[in-house]
Structures are given as structure tokens and as C-alpha cells.
């Protein structure tokens, strides 16, 4: 499974890149906001910065509704740099925006996916990945985990390449599960992803090794 960052912090991005785990990274324009990014040129610029530290795919989200200026802006942000993924929600206008991308070779992630139908209409829409929002799901006494399980499986019956990228993941447990029901990638906040590596086992465990090797260094 991949792993993506979900956010627009240079900083966190840095942080999980260095751990030489980070497969790329999601924003949504909420997570833009949050950093304080105004006007195209500010935009244009972060996306570059975030594509400077990561290796990998960088989803950028179209920030109009309507099917001429999605198409518009989505060419422009996969013109900044090639690890560009034109991010674009799953509407009317948006499934018809992500069959112009692809059949243009513009790479596609559909967002704000809650159900398998949205999903289905993306994948033969030709979307590299569609993000079901799991917590968001949760949040509303649904089973965000379900749906990610659900998309996988028609999937794979049906043989669309398109990857599932379970999102609005909100804990570690939230990513094991999506690793267990065969999610392709999840993106995480910072903290669920080094949440992974807590276990007092290991911290107990270390614990001991450290006053052992004090005693061999004496
Ligand atoms: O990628 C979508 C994700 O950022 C939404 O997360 O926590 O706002 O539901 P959340």
C-alpha cells in the first residue's frame, strides 16, 4: 500500500519524507487555506514546493465547479510540474472533467467519493485514483472502512486500473483497516502516520537494550 501525506504544511511534508516512506501527497483547498495560500501565484508556487520534496504523485485540487474552468485550471496545474495529479470532485461536471484529462493524458485523483456509484462513473471515467473520504463517512454513523472495501472489490471483478485511495483518514487504525481490505493507498495526516509506530513493547523493549549496551560501553 501507498502512502500519501494529507496536507498542505511544507513542514509535516518534509517531516514524513525524511522518514523515506512517503509515496506523495494530497491537498484539498481547505488544507490550502489552512497555510494561509492566496491568489494563483501563491498557489502555483506551493504546489512547486511541495513537488520539489516528494517523490511521487502531488494532488492538486481544481478549485472551480463548472466543466470550461475545471478544464482550464486542471491543464494549468498539471503544466507546473509532472508529478501533478489534477484533482477534481466527483460531480457531473467533474466526471466529465476527469474523461477530458485522461483523454489527454492528464493524470486525475475524483474526490468527495461516498458510495460505489460515484466511484464506478470515475473509474470508467478513466481517474488514476478516486478518494473515498472514510472519516467523513464515520462521522455520520457510516462505515467509511465498508466503502473503501466495497470499491476495491468491484474493482477487481471488473478490472479497472484505477487505484483506490482511501482519504479523510483520521487514525492509525483507520489505515490498518484500509490496508486489510486492499486499499492501493491511504493518505494520512502526520500523526496517524507515526502513530504506526507507537508500541510500548518496543519502548520497554529499547528501554533495556540501551542500559545493556551503557554496561558493555563501560
Ligand atoms: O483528502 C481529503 C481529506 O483531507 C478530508 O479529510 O479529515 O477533512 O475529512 P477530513
Known sequence: MKFF???ANLDQIRQANELGILD???????????EGIKG????RQHYKDICNIVDGDVSAEVLSCDFESMIKEG??????DEKIVVKVPCTKDGIRAVKYFTDNGIRTNCTLIFSVGQALL??????????????RLDDISSDGVALVAQIVDVFRTYGYETQVLAAS???????????EVGADVATCPLNPILGLLNHPLTDR??????????????
Open 5 to 7: 501525506i494529507d496536507t
Open 24 to 34: 506523495g501527497v494530497t491537498t484539498n483547498p481547505s488544507l490550502m487555506a489552512k
Open 40 to 43: 494563483v501565484a501563491a498557489i
Open 75 to 80: 491543464e494549468e496545474l498539471a503544466a507546473l
Open 122 to 135: 470515475a473509474a470508467k471515467a478513466g481517474a488514476t485514483y478516486v478518494s473515498p473520504f472514510v472519516g
Open 169 to 179: 483518514i483520521r487514525s492509525t487504525q483507520h489505515i490498518i483497516q484500509c490496508l
Open 205 to 218: 523493549g529499547l528501554e533495556t537494550f540501551m542500559k545493556d549496551a551503557a554496561k558493555m560501553n563501560q
